[in-house]
């Protein structure tokens, strides 16, 4: 599998950009699709997961952030609204399939300028 992330950037603090992210090869549904994130200095930590039970996310971003699958399922998106500061990192694209593993995107810069 293959993950190709795009978005992000310098964004003002309270503003809503748009992460996708691609996937090429076998994605099943079992995979698991989701974002991470490593701020400086930090652990990198899941952000918000989904699979067709539904979505998961971390307690910080509940509420501001959401993720969501294209009609292919091959496409995840992470919608980001109300960012704060402590929300700069890279955040990285993942799936996870159960006997397979994980696998990582490139990373995409996202800097929330207060």
């Known amino acids: 599998v293959q993950l190709q992330a795009s978005g992000g950037g310098l964004v003002q603090a309270g503003g809503s950009p748009r992460l996708s992210c691609v996937a090429s090869?076998?994605?099943?549904?079992?995979?698991?699709m989701g974002w991470y994130r490593q701020g400086s200095g930090n652990q990198r930590e899941l952000v918000a997961t989904?699979?067709?039970?539904?979505?998961y996310y971390v307690d910080s971003v509940k509420g501001r952030f959401t993720i969501s699958r294209g009609n292919a399922k091959s496409t995840v998106y992470l919608q980001m609204n109300s960012l704060r500061p402590d929300d700069t990192g890279v955040y990285y694209c993942?799936?996870?399939?159960?006997?397979?593993?994980?696998?990582w995107g490139q990373g995409t810069q996202v800097t929330v300028s207060s």
């Open positions: 993942n799936s996870y399939t159960p006997g397979r593993g994980h696998y």
């Open positions: 090869g076998s994605i099943s549904s079992m995979t698991v």
């Open positions: 989904i699979t067709d039970g539904g979505a």
